[in-house]
């Protein structure tokens, strides 16, 4: 369900009718409606200290100090909200963080993230190819570089010894600068070169 929806059913199941969510016709009308509240908390939803306090005090009374009412609901529901497709769904769907980091969930769930590591990936073919277009001289040897790809034994990856987007330098797509490397080996190497 969206973000709204997810509000509106936790409004729902507090008791907490739409004619308190519209706000139009309730003595509240100059406030911004309770979602919003719920949403955006007290500052940015511009609802009056006092009236915001009131209202939390009545309806979220465990909720921590300071801490904005949708992730107080998000938390007792044990869902999360993905700010990709709007989303709020179960914690499941929502991969662990690495160690150390303040949140212990990823902010997006694991269909978006999905997406975006695919592009991820696409970026980084486009950048590979890219590189090895700009970092071949007018001189290489197509031929020899083609062979060197085509031999190239299961399980290897043909390896540049100077990376080709190296931090420090860059090497040259030719055959001297092209070994076989077993590929997990390789995918751990990376773009690392120390200059001696
Ligand atoms: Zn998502």
Redesign the pocket.
């Known amino acids: 369900m969206d973000k709204l929806d997810f509000v509106k059913l936790m409004l729902n199941s507090l008791g907490i009718g739409e004619e308190v969510i519209a706000y139009k016709n309730s003595p509240y009308e100059r406030v911004i409606s309770m979602v919003n509240m719920i949403m955006l908390g007290q500052r940015k939803s511009k609802v009056h200290p006092k009236l915001f306090g009131e209202l939390t005090e009545k309806y979220f009374p465990e909720k921590p100090h300071g801490q904005l009412i949708f992730t107080y609901l998000q938390n007792i529901t044990d869902h999360l909200w993905?700010?990709?497709?709007?989303?709020v769904?179960p914690k499941e769907?929502f991969a662990m963080n690495a160690g150390g980091k303040s949140r212990d969930r990823q902010s997006?769930?694991?269909?978006?993230?999905g997406g975006i590591n695919k592009l991820f990936d696409l970026v980084a073919v486009n950048k590979r190819r890219a590189a090895k277009l700009e970092r071949t001289p007018p001189w290489a040897d197509h031929d020899a570089i083609k062979k060197i790809y085509e031999n190239c034994p299961p399980g290897y990856h043909v390896d540049h010894i100077v990376p080709l987007q190296g931090t420090h330098v860059s090497g040259l797509h030719i055959p001297k600068n092209l070994q076989y490397l077993p590929a997990t080996e390789n995918l751990r190497k990376s773009n690392k070169f120390e200059v001696g």
């Not at 993905?82 to 989303?87: F, I």
């Open positions: 993905c700010y990709k497709c709007n989303q769904l769907n997006c769930c694991r269909g978006c993230r």
